[in-house]
């Protein structure tokens, strides 16, 4: 009995060491979405209603890992409908604000508001979530990815520890093989799910594959839907002063 009860503590030892850390897990997931250089990208959103395009929208986004903590500085600007181009949004630590040149008056923002669709304010910020949750591993599982391929994965648990995170909890997959990000599931404070989320069409962009569509579903109406598709990819020069609220009606992209 002792042989087996030393055998036993052995096992679930070896299991334990066996098991991925599940910080790290997310950690290298955020690498794969974001370089940790500047960078900038454009992001074309279109939302569709039962499988009909109704509204559109293009941005720039220019982003900026921040010395003090690792998490992105965010600048958005606001390309296409012509209605809002010259409109900007910011992200520096907790704060989000709206910039409109036709007011020139910035305002604070939630990043639960939606944008367009199913995407919110905070889904166009680029993010490091490893910066702004606390990861756990859940299970180890084959999922259906935004291609509708089967793969293995480890399923996280992410809860929110920062007052910026857009999101008070999350389901996330990441693909056992190489870390890649394949699905979310996005909830309020309620525990209602808001959003489900693929990240798919992954492409040699800044120096390694990375995801350039996002599907977002609605987590009431599959059949409300939101595309995010991420293009001109680059590393431009972006000064630190582009992320300081005083600056947004002196911005002129480089």
């Given at each position: ?9 052995v096992f679930v ?214 595309l995010m598709r ?25």
């Amino acid at each position: 009995m002792r042989s087996l009860f030393l055998a036993a503590l052995v096992f679930v030892h070896l299991a334990a060491s066996a098991a991925p850390d599940a910080q790290e897990l997310l950690r290298a997931s955020d690498a794969i979405r974001n370089p940790g250089r500047p960078f900038a990208v454009k992001v074309t959103l279109a939302e569709f209603e039962a499988g009909k395009q109704v509204d559109a929208s293009t941005l720039m986004t220019y982003s900026r890992a921040q010395d003090n903590n690792g998490q992105f500085a965010s600048l958005v600007s606001f390309v296409l409908p012509a209605r809002d181009a010259g409109k900007l949004m910011l992200r520096n630590g907790d704060d989000l604000w709206f910039y409109d040149p036709s007011t020139k008056a910035s305002v604070r923002l939630s990043p639960q508001q939606r944008l367009l669709g199913q995407a919110s304010n905070g889904d166009v910020i680029t993010v490091n979530l490893a910066k702004d949750y606390s990861a756990k591993l859940l299970a180890e599982e084959d999922v259906t990815d935004g291609e509708r391929k089967t793969r293995k994965s480890y399923k996280l648990g992410l809860t929110a520890t920062s007052n910026s995170a857009t999101y008070t909890t999350i389901e996330y997959w990441v693909d056992a093989e190489n870390n890649r990000p394949i699905k979310g599931r996005f909830f309020a404070e309620s525990g209602r799910l808001l959003k489900t989320v693929y990240y798919r069409r992954y492409q040699a962009q800044l120096g390694r594959e990375r995801p350039t569509e996002t599907v977002i579903i609605d987590g009431l109406n599959p059949q409300s839907v939101t595309l995010m598709r991420f293009t001109d990819f680059a590393m431009p020069a972006i000064p630190q002063t582009w992320f300081h609220r005083d600056h947004l009606p002196r911005f002129q992209p480089e």
